[in-house]
């Protein structure tokens, strides 16, 4: 395979005003002549460098979502560099950048912004990383502009119905965050930032796994990456910089049990390809790793299927419906509110008289006059259809068909558990979780519930009156329901150049990270929207930055 051209940025600029927002950044960070070590006094090349290149490049972005999508046009744009982009999906790319709600945060007040970050991040996120995200964020409607997204300026996000557009507007600096809301959502702003990319002459490079990054053993430098291509194992060549924008772990069991504050935590629904691919990759070669217990999501539906991996939400069409712990008890107003961003924090619970969390999995139970009353599952053709379920998606990158319309291909495949009795449920039940669900308890749960029915009042919970519609018909049907939502956060450590730092945090030379790999929210997840801004904001910086370096490789030119 020979030496590619990845873009040719001459053809057209789209921001070339833009451009002097990343002047002076890297007066000093210049490392031209770095890797003359690469040869030994010899002349020979080291065993750890590749006898030759498959692929030449300036920036190489590795993961094609958001974030990779705007380190790649501010690096062609505004960089004037080749850009060379890997994907692991077979078609497309996108991530949940492409399946979202397509809200990005917009500051009113940089100062304002970063009082709110340091407010809610309660010292775990630098101040520095605060203040520079703050200068860059209020930018982000001048940069969706340019970029011919169309978009308006909101003060509530879509899921709060327009009342907040933050998560904890009690806090300082609460009163700067606003939204901008993109019209047709996250696919509508993956389809025109893609034809840019296009007309840029970026390529992508497809069904790419087993990236491993290339080092400079003498200087720390990265070079580039081996990855696995076509039936190849293939080198890579960065000449300036390399972009880690991966995404989270969400589907990765092993790193979610081992970092997340709760577990399982099944309850992911978006891009299946995120699996954490890019920790053991930044381990390799230093990094340190931050902010891996943080996460974004609410509670979801999960039907333990290898082909759908995801969770799908559902939403019953009657409310004679009950939601239960795991041994068979209300926990709370099934009406209420949750918070698609941080509701997961009330599966903290821990229950030391089992050992173990005890809303995880929650249950949802209904009786028949629930189950024919409509659809329970997601139309792909709605209008805020979105996840691995939008009509959108191509079939090739594992999208869901739809929920049936009756409900009853969801219930032979296994996903909706059923029986006649009460205690025929709780059979079903303990085949996903074993031995927890306690027959009595539930039928007497049921039973109680079925009596704030019948007076029209929930004095534990309370619940609406005009909700509180029994469980009496049956058979029942049961799934459960576990944490988690649209991301994890956590992912290497960066510094406010978006660089990639170290156990001692120094920048590892020519590494960059952006987007939910290594999210600079902690403590708790405070911004809405604020996956898409985190997106554009390190994307454009890190970009910058990376843009302004000397070629590793100058001294061979």
């Known amino acids: 395979m020979g030496t590619t051209t990845t873009n040719n940025v001459s053809r057209r600029s789209f921001l070339k005003g833009a451009a002097a927002a990343g002047a002076g950044l890297v007066a000093t960070a210049a490392l031209g002549g770095c890797a003359a070590d690469a040869e030994s006094a010899s002349g020979q090349q080291p065993d750890w460098m590749p006898e030759s290149w498959d692929y030449e490049t300036d920036v190489l972005v590795i993961g094609y979502g958001g974030a990779g999508m705007w380190t790649a046009l501010t690096a062609a744009d505004e960089g004037q560099s080749e850009v060379l982009i890997l994907e692991k999906a077979p078609v497309r790319g996108g991530g949940n950048s492409a399946i979202n709600l397509g809200e990005f945060t917009i500051p009113v007040d940089e100062e304002g912004c970063a009082t709110y970050i340091k407010s809610f991040s309660r010292g775990l996120t630098p101040d520095v990383m605060a203040d520079a995200w703050a200068k860059e964020a209020v930018r982000n409607g001048e940069y969706a502009t340019k970029w011919g997204l169309p978009w308006q300026q909101n003060e509530g996000t879509l899921a709060s ?24 959502y996250g696919m509508n702003f993956w389809n025109i930032m893609d034809a840019h990319r296009q007309e840029l002459g970026i390529e992508v490079l497809f069904s790419v796994e087993n990236e491993e990054l290339i080092q400079n053993p003498d200087t720390l430098e990265i070079l580039g990456c081996w990855a696995d291509y076509d039936g190849k194992r293939i080198a890579i060549k960065a000449r300036k910089a390399t972009m880690m924008t991966i995404g989270g772990f969400e589907f990765n069991e092993d790193l979610k049990n081992e970092h997340l504050k709760v577990y399982p935590a099944l309850g992911f629904y978006g891009w299946p390809y995120n699996t954490g691919d890019g920790i053991k990759m930044v381990q390799d070669v230093g990094a340190q790793l ?44 099934e009406k209420a509110s949750s918070s698609p961003h941080v509701g997961w924090h009330e599966y903290l619970r821990f229950d030391d008289k089992i050992c173990d969390f005890p809303l995880i999995p929650t249950w949802a139970i209904i009786d028949q006059t629930a189950f024919d009353a409509g659809q329970l599952g997601p139309d792909p053709s709605a209008k805020l259809a979105r996840g691995m379920y ?168």
Request: net charge negative; glycine share 10%.
């Open 161 to 184: 119905r327009y009342t907040e557009s933050c998560e904890y507007p009690f806090l300082p600096g609460a009163d700067s965050m606003e939204i901008g809301a993109i019209e047709g």
């Open 290 to 333: 931050w902010h891996m217990n943080c996460m974004i999501g609410g509670a979801n539906p999960n039907f333990h299927d290898e082909e759908y991996p995801y969770a799908i939400q559902l939403s019953p069409k009657a409310d004679n419906y009950i939601w239960v712990d795991r041994t068979g008890k209300r926990w709370r107003n």
């Open 390 to 557: 939008s009509s959108a998606l191509p079939d090739e990158v594992g999208r869901f068909p739809g929920w049936s319309q009756d409900n009853k291909a969801e219930l032979e495949r296994g996903w909706l558990k059923t029986a006649d009795t009460v205690e025929g449920l709780v059979e079903e039940m303990r085949k996903v979780d074993p031995g927890m669900m306690d027959a009595e308890t539930l039928k007497a749960t049921i039973d109680q519930y079925n009596a704030c029915c019948a007076s029209g009042s929930d004095p534990e919970f309370g619940r609406p009156a005009e909700t509180l519609l029994p469980l009496e018909n049956p058979p029942y049907y049961a799934w459960p329901i576990y944490p988690g939502g649209c991301s994890t956060l956590g992912g290497p450590k960066k510094n406010e150049h978006a660089q990639v730092l170290d156990v001692n945090d120094k920048p590892i030379p020519r590494l960059y990270a952006a987007g939910c790999f290594g999210n600079f929210a902690a403590h708790t997840y405070g911004i809405s929207g604020g996956n898409n801004a985190e997106n554009m904001v390190w994307g454009r910086i890190g970009a910058r930055h990376a843009c302004a370096l000397e070629p590793w490789d100058a001294s061979e030119a």
